[in-house]
Every structure is written in structure tokens, then in C-alpha cells.
């Protein structure tokens, strides 16, 4: 049965730094894409960045480049994705969700088929002084 873990999510001054965690255990396909997407109060959800499980290709929401860095640990029955946030600003302030996409395709257009995922229960990222 597929599994999605996030941790890491808390409260941080702006130019502050996390790191999101997301376990996924128990799929079974072997080409997959992993993505972080956000969503804060009264907004729809967006993506955040994505990676592909095989190659590590990687994709970013223009918000988010130069801040955020998203990277992968393939074990054996597990795939981590992680997603290094450095920098944050106010509006980074949402509920980050892990996501996993049967999809052999890029990290981009995965990602842009958000009814093809499955989704981790959420973390709280809150930037404010």
C-alpha cells in the first residue's frame, strides 16, 4: 500500500532555512516523478518543484528557484525526496504536500497532472518574525 511521510514543516523567521522530508514506501512502478506542491490560505495548490526518481531531473516553480533545492535517496523499498528551502520569505507560508506520479514523463509535465497523484498528508511551513 502506498505511503506518503512528510516532516520537517515549522516556523521560521524570513531568510530563515528547513528541510521537507517525504518517505514513500509501497508502489510498485518503476518510473516515478516526486513533487513538492504548496498551498496557502485561500490560494489553490501549486507546485513547488518536482524530481524525477530515476534520472534526478528537476523541475521549479519560478517562485522558488535559486531558493529551493529538491533531491532524491532511492532505497531499496523507499524513495525519500527532499526539498531544501533556504531563504524563505512570507509568502513561501502554506502547507506543503508530498506527491507521487505513476508518470514516465518529465518532472514538468508530471507535475502539471496533479489528478494523477498521491498525496501525502501535508506539513505547515509558517515564515514570519
Known amino acids: 500500500q502506498l505511503q506518503l511521510v512528510e516532516s520537517g514543516g515549522g516556523l521560521v523567521q524570513p531568510g530563515g532555512s528547513l528541510r521537507l522530508s517525504c518517505a514513500a514506501s509501497?508502489?510498485?512502478?518503476?518510473?516515478?516523478?516526486l513533487g513538492w506542491f504548496r498551498q496557502a490560505p485561500g490560494k489553490e495548490r501549486e507546485v513547488v518543484s518536482c524530481?524525477?526518481?530515476?534520472?534526478?531531473?528537476?523541475?521549479?516553480a519560478d517562485s522558488v528557484k535559486g531558493r529551493f533545492t529538491i533531491s532524491r535517496d532511492n532505497a531499496k523499498n523507499t524513495i525519500t525526496v527532499y526539498l531544501q528551502m533556504n531563504s524563505l520569505k512570507p509568502e513561501d507560508t502554506a502547507i506543503y504536500y508530498c506527491?507521487?506520479?505513476?508518470?514516465?514523463?518529465?518532472?514538468?509535465?508530471?507535475?502539471?497532472?496533479?489528478?494523477?497523484?498521491?498525496w501525502g498528508q501535508g506539513t505547515q511551513v509558517t515564515v514570519s518574525s
Open positions: 506527491a507521487v506520479f505513476p508518470l514516465m514523463t518529465t518532472p514538468a509535465v508530471a507535475c502539471a497532472r496533479q489528478q494523477y497523484g498521491s
Open positions: 524530481i524525477s526518481s530515476g534520472s534526478g531531473s528537476t523541475y521549479y
Open positions: 509501497g508502489f510498485t512502478w518503476d518510473y516515478s516523478v
